[in-house]
């Protein structure tokens, strides 16, 4: 006997539709499983007829053939544990029901439980899109595909219960749709902790209003890191667009908190530096999301940044400038977004006191270049902020008046922000780190002064062409933060500042 019923695939950030076709015919007993599947899906046959047996329905002792349809696409993950289960009652005679508006996902324990399987949401996604009214998925996973409006979810948690609501005899209940409110900034790290450090702060303030990337350098205990952490507090919310993109990407990591709908904070990634290039930029047999596109809209911070494996660092060099990130493998190419606030922090020598003030260094002048040879210049050159983080003195680690709050300056840089909005409106543009060549020459008019003063900045510093884009568009942003029409000569001063760091320490004789 021959039946069909439908499931869904990933193919990178892309979900498909599947075919799951069951077959028993007359034979010698055995289950053949096609359609080009995996490992992960081969080992479906042990758990299939495992979660059958425990759940006291009986295995055909036929000729079993699943087809798992287009057979030219790869299909991976334990995801189809649950549609050949039923497709095989089904093919048997053991149960008869309409699952043509329907689709089914989830991975099945031996016993018939489900257990949550990754990349719901864009599944539930595309199941909208090819007219589903119905999808099931393991009980963990509900919450996740009923944030897809339209369709309806209804979470199983064993093999039992999703048969007798097939067969009418009990019903599940369809999930509903959680209240997905925007948690607390009161949850987040606050500026207001950070003692002294106006200039960082300022800069960093800058950096998170035109979502431009920054290089944080000073010696140990300066407050690179404490600074760095506080950056998600003042970024704006995010868009549902961009809401919906991250929490695709956490799906198909796999890294979604349980009973979580959407992701609604900014993500912030910290990877410690013997991080793999591939942990770095996405990778694998099966390929997967790296650091940096599960930091996609938000933060990417490294700590320590020579330390990285220098492969590591280069391959960051690509995605920062196309904000995507393409892992080819010879079964095809994946290509996973990667729009993100690159920050990086580092000491200026081994020792980090290299041109403190009152510590000497005990770094020869060969080691100093050594370790700051270890970032390159090309990626140096995508850093937009050179900010310089001096060690704080006494004074003001005990001045009682508290610094300003990430409220305060989250107001500045939602209103900046704002401006940006409108100014890209319709367009894929999101903030002024994003502009393109063309957008960039019709927002970013100088006048005469403004213009004196970058030609002078550009043949002193020697600045590259990239690197001169780079100070244009932040050189908008401190315009936007003032609510400023045009860029005047103080906002391209400021701006021309923020690139002369590396010219201390990577162009200084020792």
Known sequence: MFTRLNSMGLYG?????????????????????????????????????????????????????????????????????????????????????????????GELSLSGNTRPIRGVLPMAIHAKELGYRRLFVPAANGAEAAAVQGLTVYPVTDVRQLINHLTGHTTISPQLPQDTHIPSLHALPDFADVRGQSEAKRALEIAAGGGHNVLLIGPPGSGKSMLAKRIPSILPPMTFEETIETTKLHSIAGIMPPDTPLVHTRPFRAPHHTVSPAGLSGGGSIPRPGEISLAHNGVLFLDELPEFSKHAMEVLRQPLEDNTVTISRINGSYTYPCSVMFIAAMNPCPCGYFGHINRRCTCTSSMVNRYLSRVSGPLLDRLDLHIEVPAVDFDELTYEKKSESSANIKKRVDAARTIQNERFRNTDITCNAKMTPSFLYKHCQLNHAARQLLKAAFEKLGLSARAYDRVLKVARTIADLESSESIQAHHAAEAVQYRSLDRKYWNKEL
């Open 13 to 105: 950030m892309d979900a498909f539709g599947v075919e799951v076709e069951a077959d028993i015919a007359n034979g010698l007993p055995g289950f053949d499983l096609v359609g080009l599947p995996d490992t992960a899906v081969k080992e479906s046959r042990d758990r299939v007829r495992s979660a059958l047996k425990n759940c006291n329905f009986t295995f055909p002792m036929n000729r079993i053939t699943i087809n798992l349809a287009p057979a030219d696409k790869r299909k991976e993950g334990p995801i189809y544990d649950l549609p050949m289960l039923i497709a095989i009652l089904m093919a048997s005679g053991q149960i008869s029901c309409n699952l043509s508006d329907c689709a089914i996902i």
